[in-house]
């Protein structure tokens, strides 16, 4: 081989495999992400059942119906509009009456109840997950500091 | 007293960083030893210094004193002395102090045992670490104090989050940091090469053995707080691919591109300017992660809580170091002479194949991993990119690059021979193949992917045997001599297969736990059973019990194998009883290299509560292949040509019996 040639061989190597990272980031930017709403969201948007997405806001005040096996019910708000959830597991310790909590999962067809298989609460005093915290700001019910 | 004097110690130290950031330079322009010779003094002295600081921090922490508000925010007097102690690093302002304690120590490394650098490059690099020390030293005085005083003092503190309270907080940070801020020396002494604007070989043997050290520590780290997250969180997860999770394997892939490219450098006198220009990434990476954790931009489980200040701080010192590298970078590298040639199927063609993969493979992740941020700039919207991004990105950018692992090794540099490389791997690949159809045979139900999967992992370990077979001459030659040459082989020999092997150790951890895992959530009443894997759990109750700090309900579980108790497990939801936060202390029982696992959910009216239980088989190989690969690491790194200040070995035969003689 050349040394043209043991170049163009390097570089048509490198452009191949870059060019197959680029196609699968591409293609799964489209369909592997999940889009964050708000209750708020929910309600205005359309959103077709069985798309993952997750779900924000407080878990609203005596919503939470436990202790009958292993499914929770419980409600999210962000004051101004509500989700009810049904979730099947464990609680993060966290999770409280009144306090900022993330869903992900997806509305089943024909039922206005979201399927939770994850739920994330915060997990320190001090922190509230940033879209929540955001959404609700949004929704002027924000009572931590401003930033 | 002892508080402001480590401040005192801070601000003392920013004045001998700021005098050691610019009188080495000037001394290296001009050949002036005098000026020169303060690099070392300074790096020493703000090691004294800042040590002095950590340990008047450190001192405070372990006797409770709450005039301190940092330690008021994260320590009480109750908690056990293992804790105070390493809950000096538990918050964002002692782990700084950690960060710029481990940052000075590797400058006094330099310094110390930098004796056979040429002066020039040695002030030079020394200086670099300096502009890194005082921006660093800059944002910690003036927007993260950890030395800030209350009055009046109260009486108690607020504790230490309880989810840190535990060994792996001694141990993971610590390791985490020697990785990621020792990524700084071979970014100080990239730019130092590119202000000189000369660079050889020698450089590379120089800067290699710092990406070595700090490699190993940051695979031990990682591998530690993966593991600490498992056993800690409850989730039963070992990896989420989380940002802040991602902020530290981003620095890893490319400083094991790095590791390799300064191979080729180093023997080869190859790939000198992209070696310099991984030098520099691996540290803005370094960098980027400590902006992604500490700036509050990212929602993360592991995030610090965080004030905007501190961001826009962060972000200017990643701009101006990121930004001003790659500047010096693009003015100089034409200068830079290239170096030799050789044919792409060679060893250097190898390396230059794991570097294009490995490189790849980290701009995958830094794109799940920044993507959230620049879509909600531009569009608002907000996103999470989870596993299923880096498991259809990531994962497929592996898979050719861990099936050419063994050929690297085997290959000739300069011009190899494909062919005869692939006859001597025949056993490997025969290995590999025969476990894959057994896995897919017998393993009632797998994927065939995952019978393949593991036949990856035990071709990456049968491949590196091969390889130091190859080298020994393993069945060619009589025992008395392949002993000798197993013994004369280079240490990083042994090294780089124990690496690549311990990847392979982890390949099949990896894919067992995920394609064999079982997992359920079941409601438990005492005498209750219920199956994971192999084991059937019996329920025997909950009981109360009290901790120094924290008091907690226990499920206690009996696991039975055909019938016969072989082991108990404890899972426990302990209440942290100054901050009032509830923890899951996960049971975990380890058979073999599988474990059981059990998280206890609520509890239920009439003494019953909610278990999640997980079979997870072969996880633990995980962990084991990453503790391999440091060993591999530390084994490298004792090798004799790396041995600072070690004379090459004569080759002269007459000196060689004169020695055995």
Not at chain 2, 327 to 339: E, I, N
Not at chain 2, 535 to 563: A, M, S, V
Not at chain 2, 637 to 647: K, S, V
Request: glycine share 10%; net charge neutral.
């Amino acid at each position: 081989m050349t040394r043209k040639q043991k170049r163009l061989a390097i570089i048509s190597g490198g452009v191949a495999v870059i060019g197959a990272a680029v196609l699968l980031v591409l293609f799964a930017l489209q369909d592997q992400i999940v889009y964050f709403h708000s209750p708020t969201d929910i309600v205005e948007k359309q959103i077709g059942p069985d798309t993952r997405i997750r779900l924000g806001g407080l878990v609203a005040e005596k919503s939470v119906v436990r202790g009958t096996g292993t499914k929770v019910e419980f409600v999210v708000t962000d004051t101004a509009n509500e989700v009810a959830i049904t979730y099947t597991g464990i609680l993060p310790d966290l999770f409280r009456e009144g306090q900022g909590v993330i869903v992900e999962g997806a509305f089943v067809p024909g039922d206005p109840v979201f399927v939770a298989d994850s739920v994330l609460a915060k997990h320190d005093e001090n922190y509230m997950p940033k879209e929540v915290a955001e959404s609700l700001k949004a929704q002027g019910v924000w009572q931590g500091e401003e930033k | 007293m002892i508080v402001e004097l480590g401040h005192y110690a801070l601000i003392m130290a920013l004045a001998t960083a700021l005098l050691q950031s610019v009188l080495p330079i000037i001394g290296a322009r001009t050949r002036d030893a005098g000026l020169m010779g303060v690099a070392p003094a300074a790096a020493i002295a703000s090691f004294v210094l800042i040590l002095f600081a950590f340990v008047a921090l450190t001192v405070s922490y372990v006797t409770s004193d709450f005039s301190v508000k940092n330690v008021w925010e994260n320590s009480h007097s109750m908690m056990p002395m293992i804790y105070k102690f390493s809950g000096v690093w538990g918050n964002h302002e002692g782990s700084m102090m950690l960060w710029l304690l481990i940052l000075v120590f590797f400058s006094a490394l330099v310094a110390f045992f930098g004796g056979n650098l040429p002066a020039t490059l040695k002030s030079n690099v020394l200086a670099v670490q300096a502009w890194i020390t005082s921006a660093f030293l800059t944002f910690v005085l003036l927007t993260s104090n950890p030395f800030q005083r209350l009055s009046p003092a109260p009486l108690e503190g607020r504790d230490l989050n309880p989810i840190l309270q535990d060994i792996g907080l001694a141990i993971h940070p610590p390791m985490l940091y020697l990785g990621y801020v020792g990524f700084s020396i071979c970014f100080s002494f990239a730019v130092a090469a590119l202000i000189d604007g000369r660079i050889d070989a020698a450089w590379a043997r120089w800067v290699r053995p710092w990406t070595l050290a700090a490699w190993t520590a940051l695979t031990a780290g990682i591998a530690m707080g993966s593991y600490w997250a498992y056993y800690e969180l409850g989730w039963g997860g070992w990896w989420f691919w989380d940002p802040v999770e991602n902020a530290s394997f981003m620095p890893w892939l490319a400083g094991t591109a790095l590791l390799h490219s300064a191979l080729v450098m180093e023997k080869r006198e190859a790939l000198k300017i992209w070696t310099i220009l991984l030098a520099i990434m691996t540290f803005s990476l370094s960098l980027l992660g400590t902006f992604l954790v500490r700036s509050g931009v990212l929602t993360s489980v592991h995030a610090f809580a965080t004030d905007p200040t501190r961001g826009i701080f962060i972000l200017c010192i990643l701009v101006a170091f990121i930004g001003g590298a790659f500047t010096l970078f693009a003015l100089r590298a034409q200068t830079l002479s290239p170096g030799g040639l050789f044919a792409p199927i060679s060893r250097e063609g190898a390396l230059v194949l794991n570097n294009l993969f490995l490189t790849t493979a980290t701009a995958t992740v830094l794109v799940g991993t920044l993507y959230p941020l620049v879509l909600e700039a531009i569009t608002g919207a907000k996103i999470s990119v989870g596993p299923p991004f880096f498991n259809l990105t990531f994962g497929p950018l592996m898979i050719p690059l861990l099936l050419a692992v063994p050929f690297g090794p085997l290959l000739a540099w300069k011009r190899g021979d494909l062919w005869a490389v692939t006859q001597r791997l025949y056993m490997a690949a025969g290995a590999a193949l025969l476990v894959s159809l057994a896995v897919i045979y017998f393993a009632t139900g797998a994927p065939v992917m995952a019978g393949l999967g593991i036949g990856l992992g035990v071709w990456l370990i049968a491949g590196s045997l091969t390889d130091i077979a190859m080298r020994s001459g393993v069945g060619k030659v009589a025992l008395p001599i392949m002993w000798r040459r197993l013994k004369g082989l280079p240490r990083s020999a042994f090294g780089g297969a124990l690496a690549h092997m311990g990847l392979g150790v982890s390949v099949i951890g990896i894919v067992a736990v995920t394609a064999f895992a079982t997992e359920s959530v079941v409601t438990m009443k005492p005498g209750e059973t219920t199956v994971g894997g192999p084991f059937t759990l019996q329920f025997e109750g909950l009981k109360p019990n009290t901790g120094p700090n924290y008091t907690e309900l226990q499920g206690r579980f009996i696991i039975l194998r055909d019938g016969q108790p072989v082991s108990h497990l404890t899972a426990a939801k302990r209440v942290f009883t100054a901050r009032q936060m509830p923890t899951t202390e996960a049971g975990i029982y380890t058979n073999g290299a599988n474990q059981l696992y059990v998280a206890l959910g609520d509890e239920l009216p009439g003494g019953g509560v909610v278990v999640r239980v997980w079979w997870k088989p072969w996880v633990t190989f995980i962990w084991f292949g990453a503790i391999f690969m440091s060993f591999g690491g530390i084994v490298s790194l004792f090798d004799r040509r790396l041995r600072i200040g070690a004379p090459a070995k004569s080759r002269s035969p007459a000196v060689a019996v004169g020695q055995e003689t």
